[in-house]
């Protein structure tokens, strides 16, 4: 089931932008609409739309929030196989493999490069076949804690 | 749909720049898989009988696998497919890198080119958007520098499929590169894009891919990985060029286990035989016509797998692959770097040549990449030549002044621009050998080692007849990865398929028995090519399921993305269906089976005097015999019967 738009919309096209399949399309100020077969069903529209006016594929109006605080992957090496299935399930093209060489051990791994590009989807991580990537939100930028105590807190 | 496929392809016509979408029914992945299978079902009645494989009526295939973006292992192959104009035969060609999954993300399980461009194009799909753009300032531009241009125009995320100039040039020998430098390279189907003036295919696309069951999927996939990151430290490499003596020198073989060949391939990459293979006698030397004897591991260690390693600063992975055979390396000179040098490259550049420069075997296959040719052919026809040149059939004055001695890489280097670029001697020798011969005359084809004008790779047929019988039976023949007695040991088929000969682990048979044709060999032959058929369908990786089927499971991934409910033997029937196919194919486009067969010199006719393969020779007749009944052909033409395709519901005429 693919995304919708509902009459709340007021076409501002923050969603057109936002989507990475080109599935949305609508003039200025006026009703938009996603393209059924070309909705690959990230979220991005939902997470970015200012007035509510987005239906997930459960039916349900998708919750707006600040893109700060969309979720981001995190990758967890030591269960990484390099496999870089995570690179090409990424319709955002944010993720690359890292270049640097670790003495004795000459695999690449991925990482978020393009930070800003990321809509949160979670397609890395739920491609990733042997579960070395997690969807975390970001700490607020104020209280910068560490990341042993943002895992304690998400478990 | 849920089913691992996307039901989908696309056609394009490059005559009139017109784009068709077909739906391709689900029976139709039950009875061919898809990938190869697929290509396969569709291209037998498209290409026409008699077609010419560089006219506008041959027509080009990219397809992905089934079991490609499921979340299954090793499943990042995708396959180019045609009519072949190097062999006449059908022609696939298969290779890594990231493009296996950008063509199911466009939400196809194919791209087919039909027609011819007038002037140079690329295929460019955004989503849903499907365009023809004007390719003129790429063309006569190498594969790397093309594909960072298209990638600068495009964005990173966009896959790139490209040709090189040889490919623009139709050198019969030239493939089809993707991710700077990895290239499918068999069959000499860059030359068929040429024709057609596609210089590129990129692809950036956004489509979700469906299984039926993803749970069951990575379930599979956790489990193999441990057998993948499993690992016990090999030592240098010296061990693996001494192990190649013992087994020369041993009376004995043994059957491999595919773990001792993963962890080589973990730490090294292909490129770890690259001293252990001429020693046993797996690599031939100087065209064939040198023995082991002629490359010891003082020569071969001018490619010892640990100096390699050393310019290795990272690894690479094609897509879904754990474990990680390839490498970027560095390099100094004209070039930064390059990717890591295959097994194949080395040899058909190195000890085929006589060769024992390092740095010009990474020059080399840093120039081979770019210029999209096959290293293999091209190795392969550079040995013939310096043969021809030592025994005066041409002269120096005829190779523009090149002194193409044994082992001479400089010239080498010279003769590998010429051929890329067309110029002088290396328009006479860009394609291939066969053709080179029939060129010079002169006796010359007696030196040209090929099946059905194929060069065969380096795996020596005199050491395991099984190269042999697959170079010469398969429907595009002188490919090596299909199958081999060694492969079939690895691939351990017999644990999940009824009714095949089974081994115990490490078994150890007298050497002999290797070389005596048997209804057995034929049966495991024969379930090797299923097998192959069923694995280029799924878009798996040879190597990976070098691991043994158990341990790379492509039977359960299989009907756990497609929510079939199918028995390794069914499978293997689909192997055995697809196989029919292509070689109907063949007869269909006039093709005679037997014309097909290997050089005598690489089947030991003449035995060879001394090293490794002493004494051996093949006996071939009899092994094709054998492989054609197996598969319920003609034993005698190699023709599917009437009765063979109508028991596998294939409607070919």
Known sequence: MPFTINEACTGCGACLKVCPAGAISGEKKKLHAIDAAACIECGACGRTCPSVAVIDQYGKTAAMAKRSRWEKPEFKHEACMSCTICIDACPAHCLEMSEAKDSGNTHAYPYLKAEKACIGCGFCAAECPVDAIFMRTPAPREAKVSSDAVKEAAQ | ?653
């Open chain 2, 1 to 653: 749909m849920n089913r691992g496929y996307m039901g989908k392809i696309l056609m394009v016509d490059l005559s009139k720049g017109e784009f068709r979408e077909e739906t391709i029914r689900d029976e139709v992945y039950e009875k061919y898989l898809s990938g190869l299978g697929l290509a396969a079902y569709l291209l037998h009645d498209r290409i026409p009988a008699g077609a010419d494989p560089l006219g506008p009526e041959n027509v080009l295939g990219f397809v992905s696998g089934l079991l490609t973006g499921t979340g299954s292992l090793f499943a990042g192959r995708w396959m180019v497919v045609g009519k072949s104009p190097l062999t006449g035969t059908w022609g696939d060609a298969n290779c890594g890198g990231s493009f296996s999954p950008a063509i199911k993300r466009c939400g196809y399980d194919g791209i087919f080119f039909t027609g011819a461009s007038e002037k140079p194009v690329y295929l460019y799909i955004k989503n849903n958007k499907i365009e023809l753009k004007d390719a003129s300032s790429l063309w006569g531009k190498d594969a790397i520098e093309s594909e960072e241009l298209l990638q600068e125009q495009h964005g990173r995320g966009a896959r790139v499929a490209v040709i090189g100039p040889s490919g623009e040039k139709l050198s019969l020998i030239s493939g089809i590169c993707n991710d700077k430098g990895r290239i499918a390279a068999r069959s000499g189907l860059g030359a068929v894009m040429g024709s057609k003036k596609l210089k590129a295919v990129v692809l950036d696309g956004k489509k979700r891919i469906a299984s039926y069951d993803q749970a069951a999927v990575r379930k599979l996939s956790k489990k193999c990985n441990k057998w993948v990151q499993f690992q016990l430290p090999l030592g240098p490499s010296i061990g693996a060029g001494l192990l190649g003596t013992l087994l020369r020198v041993l009376p004995t073989a043994m059957a491999m286990d595919g773990m001792i060949y993963k962890m080589i391939l973990r730490q090294w990459g292909t490129g770890g035989l690259n001293q252990m293979s001429p020693e046993w006698g797996d690599s031939p030397i100087k065209n064939w016509k040198g023995s082991s004897t002629d490359w010891p591991l003082k020569r071969s260690k001018s490619a010892d797998p640990d100096k390699i390693k050393r310019t290795e600063f990272v690894k690479y992975h094609c897509y879904s692959c754990p474990l990680g055979c390839g490498g970027k390396c560095s390099m100094t000179g004209k070039y930064s770097e390059t990717h890591k040098p295959e097994y194949e490259s080395v040899l058909a550049l190195g000890g085929l040549c006589m060769n024992e420069d390092t740095d010009s075997l990474f020059l080399l296959n840093e120039m081979l990449n770019r210029g999209g040719m096959d290293t293999i052919s091209a190795g392969a026809t550079i040995a013939f030549a310096m043969e021809c040149y030592e025994r005066g059939i041409v002269t120096r004055e005829d190779m523009d002044g090149i002194d193409l001695a044994w082992g001479n890489a400089d010239a080498m280097v010279v003769l590998v621009h010429k051929m890329i670029n067309r110029e002088g001697i290396g328009d006479l020798l860009a394609d291939g050998s066969r053709l080179a011969a029939e060129r010079i005359g002169k006796g010359a084809h007696l030196y040209a080692v090929h099946a059905g004008g194929q060069e065969p790779a380096m795996h020596d047929g005199r050491q395991d007849p099984g190269f042999a019988v697959h170079y010469s039976v398969e429907p595009t023949p002188g490919r090596h990865t299909i199958g081999s007695q060694l492969y079939y040991e690895m691939f351990q088929l017999w644990k999940k398929v009824k009714g095949l000969p089974g081994k115990w682990p490490f078994q150890i048979y007298h050497k002999n028995t290797k070389y005596k044709a048997s209804i057995d060999k034929a049966k495991e032959a024969a379930a090797c090519s299923k097998y192959m058929n069923v694995i280029n369908g799924s878009g798996l990786c040879m190597f990976g399921t070098f691991l043994g089927v158990t341990r790379t499971p492509t039977f359960d991934w299989l009907n756990a993305v497609t929510g079939w409910n199918k028995t390794p033997e069914e499978y293997m029937e689909i192997g055995a269906r697809i196989q029919t196919l292509k070689q109907a194919f063949n007869i269909r486009q006039g093709v005679e089976p037997k014309n097909n067969k290997l050089s005598g010199r690489a089947l030991g006719l003449p035995p060879q005097a001394e090293g490794a393969n002493k004494g051996r020779t093949v006996p071939i007749d009899k092994m094709m015999e054998d492989y054609w009944q197996q598969f319920g052909w003609d034993s005698s033409t190699g023709k599917p019967t009437v009765d063979t395709l109508v028991r596998l519901g294939i409607d070919a005429r």
